[in-house]
Every structure is written in C-alpha cells, then in structure tokens.
C-alpha cells in the first residue's frame, strides 16, 4: 500500500520563504509529484521528480531524497495568491499514471 | 482550450437516486480518472482508465460505476446515492504522467 505524510497547516509571512515536508511509504516508487489547489478550484500540476535532487521552476523548487523516502516543496518570495493547499502525490504501478494523494497542506500566507 | 470538461458542477440528489457525472477531454489522453475529494482526505481515486475500453478500480470504487465511451469521454454513475457519497468528484486526464482536472462537480445527497 501507499502512505504520504504532510503537515496539514503552514502559516508563512509575505516575501519569505517555506518548506512543505512530504514523507511516503509505497510498494515501488515511480516519482513523487506535487499540486496546488485554490479553495473552490481544482488542483493543478507543480512539478515532478523522479531522481533525486532539486528541480527548479520559478519561484517553486522541489527536492526528492530516495533512499530517505522523502520530499519537499519550497517556495520563495511568498506571495498572498500563494495562500492555497499542496499536494504531494506518488504515482501508482498501474501503467495508468495513477497518483495517490497525501492529505495536502494548506498554506496561509500572512501579511 | 477547454482542457478537461465536466458536468454538472453542482447537484442535489435524494438518497437512492441515481446520476451521472460526465467528463469530455479534448488533450487526446488516454488515460482518464476519476477522484473524490472530501475534507481533510485528501483525493482518493474511484475508477481510472489506462486507455479507450478500459477501465479499472480504485482505492474506494464501492457504490460506482464509470464508463469509457470513447478516448474523450469517461462518465462516472451512482447508481442509488448515499449521504456517503456527499463529495466533490473531480476528473482528470493525462498522457505523460501530469494530471489534468476539471473543475470539479460538487455533489450533495440528502
């Protein structure tokens, strides 16, 4: 089976920078991707990692640590419209791009 | 670019009503899904389909049905409701790995 493990709150002030923890445990690891949902919206794609190390896009980077089962998310510059929830999610052995969701954490970006 | 399309984005059923929820996507994907997501759980996936003709279970299917019609379209049915399954439904396609959502169809069964 599969388990994610996030924080369910983040409060960060605007300007600065946070870091949203995601561990898992999954029978075969294929990659672990990470989402942002608006309240009211739908979830839209971040970034992905399947090696480890850091991927770069923007304002958002995301680092993978295999042999620790562990990921981040982090964001810099903080934003208001930041203010949302993220999803870390790892894709299931299904040959079908199946992701299984962690429980998301939301992010409230403070003045 | 309308991307990922459902319908309807809002309903109210009664207890052992039944519906269907509709899904067309113009990426030519093939693979389509279908996520529920309820508060504090994060989306957990009903029925997905690796390509036309195909489809398979979840991790909570129980109460579903789906159908892939063709590569663009994939329905999702509750066949009698149960409060149980007050939910936003979510639909989502994909070719290489990247998910792609509809806005979601936010469904309460009274």
């Known amino acids: 089976g599969q388990s994610l493990e996030q924080p369910s709150e983040v409060t960060a002030v605007e300007g600065a920078i946070v870091q949203i923890n995601c561990t898992y445990q999954t029978s075969g690891f294929y990659g672990l991707s990470w989402y942002q949902q608006h309240d009211g919206g739908a979830p839209t794609f971040l970034s992905y990692n399947a090696l480890d190390g850091l991927e770069e896009t923007g304002r958002f980077s995301s680092f993978l640590s295999r042999s620790d089962s562990y990921g981040y998310l982090l964001l810099q510059e903080l934003q208001m419209k930041d203010s949302a929830s993220y999803f870390c999610?790892?894709?299931?052995?299904?040959?079908?791009?199946?992701?299984?969701f962690g429980t998301g954490t939301r992010l409230t970006v403070i003045p | 670019n309308a991307g990922v399309t459902q319908t309807p984005k809002f309903q109210v059923l009664k207890t052992g009503q039944s519906m269907t929820l509709q899904c067309a996507q113009d990426?030519?994907?093939?693979?389509m899904y279908w996520y529920r997501q309820d508060p504090g759980m994060g989306l957990r996936l009903i029925y997905y389909s690796a390509s036309e003709g195909t489809t398979d279970k979840g991790e909570v299917p129980n109460g579903y049905n789906v159908s892939r019609l063709n590569k663009r379209e994939f329905s999702l049915r509750l066949e009698s409701a149960a409060p149980s399954q007050t939910s936003v439904y979510f639909c989502?396609?994909?070719?290489?790995?990247?998910?792609?959502f509809g806005e979601g169809s936010r469904l309460t069964v009274l």
């Open positions: 989502a396609s994909s070719h290489t790995g990247e998910l792609f």
């Open positions: 999610a790892v894709r299931e052995p299904t040959g079908a791009n199946n992701l299984f």
């Open positions: 990426m030519n994907h093939n693979s």
